[in-house]
């Protein structure tokens, strides 16, 4: 059974055309499993999905089929949140992280509810093509761990060479942030350490201009 990211790709366009919010569906739910079957239960729609995964080892019975892709992508995304979880533990024990409460999520799923949500799995696939990878040599673990991991060493280069830009102003907040960029090894840890760095360069810009003034 073909279970790469582009397959995951084309499966969710499949659900997308029958009205199926892909966007808000949580594929490391087994709850969601079992809504998906039934939706995709007639059997056009069975046979478009079964011959999009079908290669020689996938099971004949479109719907043995489905039931074996859908678990195998959400024990896949539940080891890869699981091990997520566990750098978040790390240097939240170290002291480097702290959770966001409900109201700083809410505020960022603010700043982000304008922002069109793309094919995920066909811009990542894209993603560790342009970076050398054969997607296809992945397991979905493998690809998600590895497309974190880029994700982050290219978040972490901009916030180095913003920090760069402001080491003169401030030498100890750029000590710190390159101390702490060592563990950025999740997105969101990576992100929050790039919008305080930005934002200080953008402080500092601002005291530049008003001096020059």
Do not use: W
């Amino acid at each position: 059974m073909k279970k790469d990211i582009l397959t995951i790709s084309r499966v969710l366009r499949v659900l997308k055309e029958i009205g199926i919010d892909t966007n808000s569906l949580n594929l490391g739910d087994s709850v969601t499993t079992a809504f998906i079957i039934p939706a995709i239960s007639k059997p056009e729609i069975m046979n478009k999905i079964h011959g999009i995964i079908k290669d020689k080892d996938t099971p004949d019975s479109p719907a043995n089929a489905m039931t074996s892709f859908f678990m195998y992508i959400a024990d896949e995304i539940t080891m890869f949140e699981e091990e997520i979880k566990r750098r978040k533990e790390h240097v939240i024990n170290i002291g480097l992280y702290v959770e966001d409460t409900e109201e700083e999520l809410a505020e960022k799923a603010k700043k982000l509810k304008d922002i069109y949500i793309a094919d995920i799995y066909l811009c990542n696939y894209v993603l560790l093509c342009k970076n050398g990878i054969v997607p296809e040599s992945l397991t979905l673990y493998e690809a998600l761990v590895v497309i974190e991991d880029i994700t982050c060493s290219d978040i972490n280069k901009i916030t180095s060479e913003l920090v760069a830009m402001i080491e003169a102003d401030n030498a100890a907040f750029a000590k710190q942030v390159r101390e702490t960029l060592k563990y950025a090894n999740f997105y969101s840890f990576a992100l929050d350490i790039y919008n305080d760095v930005d934002e200080m360069y953008q402080s500092l810009e601002k005291k530049r201009n008003q001096r020059i003034k």
